[in-house]
Every structure is written in C-alpha cells, then in structure tokens.
C-alpha cells in the first residue's frame, strides 16, 4: 500500500524547524554571552535534557494505544482529550518531538559544548584536542544514555507520559479541557 507523501506537512516542519534553531541558538548564544561556567554547564544540561524528554514523548505517543484514553476521556479526566489528540496524530508529534526538538537539542548542546571546551583550553592552558575530547564525549555519553533510558521508560510507561504530556498542553489549552462545561457554568 503506498501512502501520499504531504508536502505542505513536509515544507511546514522544515519552516518550524528552522525557526525553532534560530531561537534555541539565540538564546544559547545570549546566555552564553560572558557566562560563568556554572551557568554554561546549566543551559548544557537544558539542552541535554531537552533533547532526552522530547525523545521520550515522541516515543510514548507512536508506542502508546488509544483505548485507554478513550476511557480516561469519558471519565473527563484532565488531560485525557488532549493525550488521545497526540496518539492520534503520532506521527507528526513524533517527528516534532524526535526530529525537530531532539535534533535541534542535540545540535546546540553540541555547539555549547564547543564553547565550553574552547572556553576551558583557553582559562587552562589545556590541550585542545584532550578538552574537545573530553567535553564532546561527556555530552554524548549523557545524551546516549539518557535516550536510551527515555526510551525504555517511554515503551513501558506510554500511557502515563502520554497523559502527562496531555495534561500540560490542557493547562495552555483550557478550552479544550474536558471540566470546560462545568468552568462555563460556573463563570455564567
């Protein structure tokens, strides 16, 4: 069975794409302006971080099933409305979360950590070579293992990281929320 390739899908997450670089390395770049290394280290590990909690929920959402949402749903628990709204569209949350936000991450953490060794070769004296060295295999030891755990939690807890994700896209979406009759009622 052949599936319809959807170029508006494809030209609009490589639009989102670029857009969300720029701001990451905007904001990599203001931060890391004159930053001690305490505060470069921080916005690493954001980024690593990052880069490991969007690869897990891309994985949750093309791993999980409907059906308990469906329920959950039906029951009006917070957050259900919006998690069944991600498994179904699972394939392009994945790719935001996996390609767009994980790569992305992944990209401007390395670029920081580019900064940092060449920050930490300079106020050392220290080898080049060694500093990247140690630096880039730090970040990508943390990164590594980080998605590998992500994705062994994301497989075996779907539902659950689903739902969480659901329940925070239900607090910047109240209208979408299944208690938004009874808030309706209540304001009248």
Partial sequence: M????????????????????????????E??????YLIAFLLLAVFILLG????????????????PFHSMASHKEKGAREA?????KSE?????CNDVVGDISGIVSGATAAVIAANLTKDLSASVVLTSLLVTG????????GKALGKTAAIN?????VLIAGKIISVFHPARSGNNKKRNKVEK
């Fill in 2 to 29: 052949k599936h319809k390739t959807n170029f508006r899908w494809i030209i609009s997450i490589t639009l989102i794409s670029i857009v969300t670089s720029m701001i990451f390395s905007l904001v990599s770049s």
């Fill in 31 to 36: 931060i890391l302006r004159g930053a001690g």
């Fill in 52 to 67: 490991i909690v969007f690869d897990m929920l891309g994985v949750a959402v093309t791993s999980a099933r409907e059906a």
């Fill in 92 to 96: 392009r949350v994945s790719s935001i």
């Fill in 157 to 161: 807890s779907d539902t659950r990281i």
């Fill in 138 to 145: 730090l970040v990508a030891g943390l990164t590594i293992g």
């Fill in 84 to 88: 069944l709204n991600l498994v179904r």
